[in-house]
Every structure is written in C-alpha cells, then in structure tokens.
C-alpha cells in the first residue's frame, strides 16, 4: 500500500492541532504516491521530475499553513515575508540544501515549521502542532524572533542586515556544503548585506558555497519596498555589480493565469497547473543556483512573488499579526482554508523533510556539533619587566600572530587597519588577505587577516565564524567600533542560548581617546565602553582593560581558554609603564582587580584609586603623589575584569551555556576597595565601574571619566578637556575629603 493511500483514514500524530484539513488535490494518487526523497537519500534525485515538483509544491503550502496558524494562535507574529519565499525555501530542502540562515528575523515562523516539518522540534518536546501553537513566541519555546536556541536553527536573526555574515562563515568553514542565505526586498535595503558579500568575494574568490536567496515581494514592513519600482533587468544588474557572476531570477507574474494587477502577484491564485508550472521554474532554479554555487560561480537567486502570497491578506498588511487577528476570526480562517492539505499529504510533506539533508535539521545542521579546532600548547607569553614601557597593542598581536600560525582557519579581521594599530606583526606573521600579492603591505591571496573598510563586514564575520564553531579575533579603532557592535551582541546573546561549545569571541579596540588627539573628537569615541558593560549583566559578556602589556596578554590568554563567552578588550596602541609581573596580571584578570601600587604610610586616611584602562594610569600615579605629600595613603586598583566585580545576583550567568559563575568575594573586595574616599577613574565612560561603587563601603566616592573630544596636541591636553589631569584628579579628591 502506498504511502498516500495508507494515511488517507488516518491522521498522523503529529497533525494534533490542525484545525483544518483538505482535500487531495488532482493526481494526487499518482504524484504523492511515494515521498520524493527515497529513504535512503538526503534529496529528489532530478529537479524535472513531475513528482518532486508537485510534492515540492505541497511543502510550500505546508509551509504556510503552519506559518499562519501558529502565528494566529497567539495573535502575534510575522507569516507574510516568509509566505512569499515559500516555494523557494521547500525546494532548498527538497534538494537537500538544509544548513538554511536567514537575515529576516521576521521569517521566524515559517523557519519553526520547517524545523517542526523535519520533527527538529521534539528535541524541545514539541511533538505535535497543537504544542508547537502553545510555544510560538512564551519564554523557553519558540522565541519571537530566530534564535539557535531552537534545534536545528543554525542562526540567530532579529535585526536586519546580519544573515549574510553567517552564511559566509559557514561557507569558510565547510566549503563541502552550502549555505543558501535568504534575504528582503526591505532587509536588502540596510547599508552592510551587498557591500559585505562583495568585500568577501574579492577576498574569499574561491569561496562560493553561500547562495543568497532574495526574496523580492515588493513591500518592506509598512509600505513598498524602495526596489519595488525596478524592473527585472535592473535588478539582476544590481547582484551582478556586486560580485554575482551568476543570477537566477523566477518571477511568478509570467505564470499569472488569473490576471493579476501589478508587477508582484501571488502564486497561491493561479490554477494548479500554473502553480506547478512556476512550482517548476523555482526548483530547477534553484537546483542550478546551488550547482552553481557549489561548483565555483558566485551566484544568487531571486524569486520574485508578492508579499502575503498564501496567507491571510496580501502586501505590507500581511507582514504581521496583531492581538486581533486570532484563528476565530473570519480572514484568517479563510487564509486556513485555502492552504489546508489532506493528513496523506501532512505524511508526505514530514516524510520528504525528515530524510531531506541526511535526516533532521536538529541532528544535521553544521552548529548543531562542535567543531573540533587545533590545539594550541603553550603560548609564546613574553614577562615584561616591571617598570620598562612596552606597547600594549603589539603584545596582544605577538599572541594572535602565534595563534594564527597554530590554527590556519583562524580569522582576524580589522577595518582601520593593523599596522595604524601598532599590530603589524599580525599582518607579517598570517598576511593581509587580498587577490594582489605585495609584500610592502603583507598582501597575500591566501592571508588569514580579512580588512575591507567596512566595521560591519570585519564584526560580522569574526562573530559569525565563532558562533559557528571556529576562532577568530575582531580588531578595530575604539571611535569605531560601534559600527560593527550590533551583530556581536546579537552573537553573544545567541552564544549564551547555545547547546554547545564554541570559541568565545573575542574583540580588541584600540586606539583610545586619549591617545587620538590630534584626529580629533571623530576619533574620540570611547562610548561603546558603556554598551559593553551594559552587556555585562547578560551573563557571558566580558569587558578586559588591561593595565599593561603583561595584563594584555594575560587578557587574551583567559579569552582563547572561554567559550560561549564575547569578550571585549580595550587597549592603547602607545608604549607605556608595565606594572605588573605575568602572573600578577593574570591573577588580575581571573579575580577581577588587583592593587597595583599601595602607599606604606599616611595619617590623613586612605584613599582608594578604582581605574578602567592603561594610558589613564599616568595622571593617577602623578596625583597619588601629590595626595601622599599631603598626608593620605593611596592604593591604585587596577579594574581589569569588572564583571568579576559584580554580585553574582547582578547578573544573569546562570541562564547561560557554559555559565561562569566567578565573582569576588567581599572580602576579597573589600580589601581591595576599602578607605576613606574611593575614587573611580576611566578614560573613557563610567559604567565600566559600575560594580565598584556599587559594592564599595567608602562613605564617600567619586568618579572621574570621559566627557567630551576636542582636537589637540597630545595625550595631556585631551586629559584636561577632560578633567583627568593630575591635579584635577588630586584636586577632586582634596576637595571631597576636606567638603
């Protein structure tokens, strides 16, 4: 008995919770009579074959069905964009190409029921559709938007413009697969995902198992989309122009039966024949843009079909539901109804995916296992004397260089360039990566350094190579760096759900505000320090300020021995004191702080110096001595890793993969914070030093830190726009001890 026959008196347990069924549509007995994919393969055997397009056609519906019901279940969620990709995303798993990423976070629902259609989603429990209703968008469900905390999901996805970063990285670390990345008509628009792919083309030329699929339906969120007005022609030339040697358009409206208004129409209304037609036009489509892809070419694939195409309503209006839009009401029902399969074909749809890929998504996709890495051995650490002046910078780069060598998949990337950032020998040691070979400037087409002016494109690929399993460093000027930020939070937070361990990422900003006077305030940007340490109540983020060249290589030996973790250092590029010995800086960055100078003697009482950062050291120690001729003892704390400095109910560690539960004890604080006035200094923001005067019991405190930039000649002159000159610091603290 056939497997169509077979389930046509008996719904699947799996279908409990559908709340409507169709019926079979024409030739279904001879087109659904055998899934397409055989049980032993992982995809249809030929892209032309009537069965596997007709079944590809019933996934698509599939799909959408689910997409909406589970969306109308909470009255709440986004069908319409993912409703237009349909047919293409079934035929990617029809074809087998299932390590699927997205830059819509918007498609979460339609990426949930093709992970609940492959049954990824009993790796959660969720069994049936009536649970996968009662968990779309509750906490420890199915969140509102992607996340890789649902199986067999490879990527997070909420803000736009991200997706792209993940597919390359995918594709960098198994070039044997392909990553088919889709992406909005409005999501296309946001400045980063062409230019990025571009910049990665021209580095990575041989590198082309990424497919960006550009879902093309004419609306963005609230109104038309900015490239509605195009024309095919122009469109296509735009992907060309940006490195897509090979671009595979199929628009539907030339399958339009029903005579549709407009350039963009809906697939869903066209008579079966005509679906299947385009149904057609999409899989053998896409069958050549992956064979493309994979064999070389840089290739794209756009399949262009309005918005809303067979849900609820159609255009902008379909992007989402609202609290009153629940499975009751009339016009969703309606767009139910239209979409609604027989439970033979529910069997069928689930048959074909589950065996799709090698087997589910949850047990196949490239980040459901850890990737092994190289082990590293001991590290080339250099004990700087205490009290010679090194580069911070060049330290660090003397560690990562020795870490490229021993890992040749490691990624380093740097917009602002590593020599402007003391770290050239980053640069001599793995080779800038780039189709020009020129020793002047360490070129090499086979360079492990990736540095196209783009902050975004430099963030999103560190973060998406870590998250997907492998090590790599971000490296950027602090004034800009903020500019590529948004995707590692999104990596982080995506790092803290995951269900195994990667490379933490890790990040170093140089180039500080108060050693880029003469650039300007443009380059006086030292802000991101307080969104880092905003993070740092998240759990697994971790902002460094290393006091000295052994510190800093201290900082990034703790980093490469974490995972799961995004670890933030922030460093000069400007020779100066080491004060302390390797194992005290390493001592520094496990505690938290650690005294880097205590007065012997003062009767007048103890002041206390809490201090963020390297080159802001030098005022400090010229204002203790100033404090020490007046009578008072001093003790300067070196903040090195101030989340250790935290309550360990501040935080939200424990909600995170591979927790870290270390904090300093109070008495170990207390020791170290304890005295008549604690004084917090930064140069940069404040927040950094929250935990300090949260936890201090000094009854009077103060905190110095960073204005505004100015223009100017040297270090010392920007410190005092600042008020972090050595006699504004004794100043203030005079001043609060006799008030």
């Given at each position: 008995?056939?497997?169509?026959?077979?389930t046509?008196?008996?719904t699947?347990?799996?279908?409990?919770?559908?709340?409507?069924?169709?019926?079979p549509?024409?030739?279904?007995?001879?087109?659904?009579?055998?899934?397409?994919i055989?049980?032993?393969?992982?995809?249809?055997?030929d892209?032309t074959?009537p069965?596997?397009?007709?079944?590809?056609?019933?996934g698509?519906?599939?799909?959408?069905?689910?997409?909406l019901q589970v969306?109308?279940?909470?009255?709440s969620?986004?069908?319409?964009?993912?409703?237009?990709s349909?047919?293409?995303h079934?035929?990617?798993?029809?074809?087998?190409?299932?390590?699927?990423?997205t830059?819509v976070?918007?498609?979460?629902p339609?990426?949930?029921?093709?992970?609940?259609?492959?049954s990824s989603?009993?790796a959660?429990?969720?069994?049936?559709?009536?649970?996968?209703?009662?968990?779309?968008?509750?906490?420890?469900g199915?969140l509102g938007?992607?996340?890789?905390a649902?199986?067999?999901?490879?990527?997070p996805a909420?803000?736009?413009?991200?997706?792209?970063?993940?597919?390359?990285a995918?594709a960098l670390?198994?070039?044997?697969?392909?990553?088919?990345?889709?992406?909005?008509?409005?999501?296309?628009?946001?400045?980063?995902?062409?230019?990025?792919?571009m910049h990665?083309l021209?580095?990575?030329?041989?590198?082309?198992?990424?497919?960006?699929?550009l879902?093309?339906?004419g609306?963005?969120?609230?109104h038309?989309a900015?490239?509605?007005t195009?024309d095919?022609?122009r469109?296509v030339?735009?992907?060309?122009?940006h490195g897509?040697?090979e671009?595979?358009l199929?628009?539907?409206?030339?399958f339009d039966?029903?005579?549709?208004?407009?350039?963009?129409?809906?697939?869903?209304?066209?008579?079966?024949?005509?679906?299947?037609?385009?149904?057609?036009?999409v899989?053998?489509?896409?069958?050549?843009a992956?064979?493309?892809?994979?064999?070389?070419?840089?290739?794209?694939?756009?399949?262009?079909?309005?918005?809303g195409?067979?849900?609820?309503?159609?255009?902008?209006?379909?992007?989402n539901?609202?609290?009153?839009?629940?499975?009751d009401?009339?016009?969703?029902?309606a767009?139910?109804?239209?979409r609604?399969l027989?439970?033979?074909?529910?069997?069928?749809v689930?048959?074909?995916?589950t065996?799709?890929?090698?087997g589910?998504?949850?047990?196949?996709?490239?980040?459901?296992?850890?990737?092994?890495?190289?082990?590293?051995?001991?590290?080339?650490m250099?004990?700087?004397?205490?009290?010679?002046k090194?580069?911070?910078?060049?330290?660090f780069?003397?560690l990562v260089?020795?870490?490229?060598?021993?890992d040749?998949?490691?990624?380093?990337t740097?917009?602002?360039?590593?020599?402007?950032?003391?770290?050239?020998?980053i640069?001599?040691?793995l080779?800038i990566?780039?189709?020009?070979?020129?020793?002047?400037?360490?070129?090499?087409?086979?360079?492990?350094?990736y540095?196209?002016?783009?902050?975004?494109?430099?963030?999103?690929?560190?973060?998406?190579?870590?998250?997907?399993?492998?090590?790599?460093?971000?490296?950027?000027?602090?004034?800009?760096a903020?500019?590529?930020w948004?995707?590692?939070?999104?990596?982080?937070?995506?790092m803290?759900?995951?269900?195994?361990?990667?490379?933490?990422?890790?990040?170093m900003?140089?180039?500080?505000?108060?050693?880029?006077?003469?650039?300007?305030?443009?380059h006086?940007?030292?802000?991101?320090?307080?969104?880092?340490?905003?993070?740092?109540?998240n759990g697994?983020?971790?902002?460094?300020?290393?006091?000295?060249?052994?510190?800093?290589?201290?900082?990034?030996e703790?980093?490469?021995?974490?995972?799961?973790?995004?670890?933030?250092?922030?460093?000069?590029?400007?020779?100066?004191?080491?004060?302390?010995?390797?194992?005290?800086?390493r001592?520094?960055?496990?505690?938290?702080?650690?005294?880097?100078?205590?007065?012997?003697?003062g009767d007048?009482?103890?002041?206390?110096?809490?201090?963020?950062?390297?080159?802001?050291?030098?005022?400090?120690?010229?204002?203790?001595?100033?404090?020490?001729?007046?009578?008072?003892?001093?003790?300067i704390?070196s903040?090195?890793?101030?989340?250790?400095?935290?309550?360990?109910?501040?935080?939200a560690?424990?909600?995170?993969s591979?927790?870290?539960g270390?904090?300093?004890?109070?008495?170990?604080?207390?020791t170290?914070f304890?005295?008549?006035?604690?004084?917090?200094?930064?140069?940069?923001?404040g927040?950094?030093?929250?935990?300090v005067?949260?936890?201090?019991?000094?009854?009077?405190?103060?905190?110095?830190?960073?204005?505004?930039?100015?223009?100017?000649?040297s270090?010392?002159?920007v410190?005092?726009?600042?008020?972090?000159?050595?006699t504004?610091?004794a100043g203030?603290?005079l001043?609060?001890?006799?008030g």
């Open positions: 008995m056939s497997a169509a026959t077979e046509q008196t008996v699947p347990d799996f279908c409990a919770g559908i709340d409507h069924f169709g019926t549509w024409p030739d279904f007995a001879s087109l659904a009579a055998t899934p397409a055989g049980a032993d393969d992982i995809a249809i055997a892209s074959d069965a596997a397009i007709y079944q590809t056609l019933l698509a519906d599939a799909l959408r069905y689910l997409t969306c109308g279940a909470k009255g969620g986004h069908p319409g964009g993912f409703a237009s349909a047919e293409a079934a035929a990617l798993i029809m074809l087998g190409h299932t390590n699927i990423v830059e976070g918007h498609h979460a339609g990426f949930y029921s093709s992970m609940f259609l492959d989603l009993e959660m429990g969720i069994h049936t559709v009536a649970q996968m209703r009662e968990r779309f968008r509750e906490r420890d199915l938007h992607l996340s890789g649902v199986p067999g999901i490879l990527s909420g803000p736009l413009g991200q997706g792209q970063h993940f597919a390359m995918g670390l198994y070039p044997d697969k392909l990553f088919p990345v889709t992406l909005g008509d409005g999501g296309m628009g946001e400045p980063y995902p062409l230019s990025a792919m990665f021209t580095a990575y030329p041989e590198t082309t198992n990424f497919l960006p699929v879902v093309w339906n609306y963005s969120q609230e038309h900015m490239v509605s195009w095919n022609e469109m030339a735009y992907w060309r122009a897509f040697e671009v595979v199929v628009d539907a409206k030339p039966d029903t005579e549709q208004e407009g350039a963009y129409v809906d697939s869903t209304r066209f008579s079966l024949g005509r679906r299947l037609a385009f149904a057609r036009a899989l053998e489509g896409m069958d050549k992956a064979r493309s892809a994979l064999d070389g070419t840089p290739t794209a694939f756009i399949i262009k079909q309005l918005k195409a067979g849900v609820h309503t159609l255009g902008a209006k379909a992007h539901l609202y609290p009153a839009d629940t499975l009401q009339a016009h969703i029902i767009g139910l109804q239209r609604a027989p439970p033979a074909a529910w069997e069928l689930r048959t074909n995916f065996r799709a890929g090698g589910p998504a949850a047990q196949t996709s490239v980040t459901e296992q850890e990737m092994p890495i190289p082990a590293l051995g001991k590290l080339p250099q004990d700087f004397p205490v009290g010679e090194q580069v911070p910078a060049t330290a780069g003397a260089a020795a870490v490229g060598r021993s040749p998949r490691m990624l380093v740097n917009a602002d360039g590593n020599e402007a950032s003391a770290m050239r020998n640069s001599e040691a080779g990566r780039h189709p020009t070979r020129d020793d002047l400037y360490c070129q090499r087409p086979d360079g492990q350094v540095e196209p002016l783009n902050e975004d494109a430099c963030a999103g690929l560190a973060a998406a190579v870590a998250l997907f399993g492998g090590r790599s460093a971000w490296l950027s000027y602090e004034s800009f903020i500019n590529g948004p995707i590692v939070q999104t990596v982080t937070q995506a803290a759900e995951l269900r195994h361990r990667t490379p933490s990422l890790v990040t900003f140089t180039a500080g505000a108060l050693e880029q006077g003469r650039n300007g305030w443009t006086q940007r030292p802000e991101i320090e307080n969104y880092v340490a905003a993070q740092m109540r697994n983020v971790f902002a460094l300020f290393p006091s000295d060249a052994n510190m800093i290589q201290a900082a990034y703790w980093a490469l021995g974490s995972y799961n973790k995004g670890i933030a250092i922030f460093a000069s590029k400007s020779p100066l004191p080491v004060y302390t010995t390797l194992e005290q800086a001592e520094a960055i496990d505690q938290g702080a650690m005294a880097i100078y205590e007065g012997g003697s007048k009482g103890t002041v206390v110096f809490a201090v963020t950062g390297d080159m802001v050291f030098l005022p400090v120690f010229e204002a203790k001595d100033r404090l020490e001729a007046e009578g008072y003892r001093v003790r704390v903040v090195a890793n101030p989340r250790r400095l935290y309550r360990p109910t501040d935080v560690w424990k909600t995170c591979e927790p870290d270390g904090f300093m004890d109070d008495a170990a604080f207390n170290l304890d005295g008549d006035l604690l004084c917090a200094v930064s140069g940069g923001p927040a950094p030093l929250e935990p005067l949260l936890r201090t019991r000094a009854k009077r405190r103060e905190l110095m830190a960073w204005q505004r930039g100015e223009t100017t000649a270090p010392g002159e410190m005092a726009v600042n008020g972090l000159t050595a504004d610091i203030r603290v001043g609060a001890l006799k």
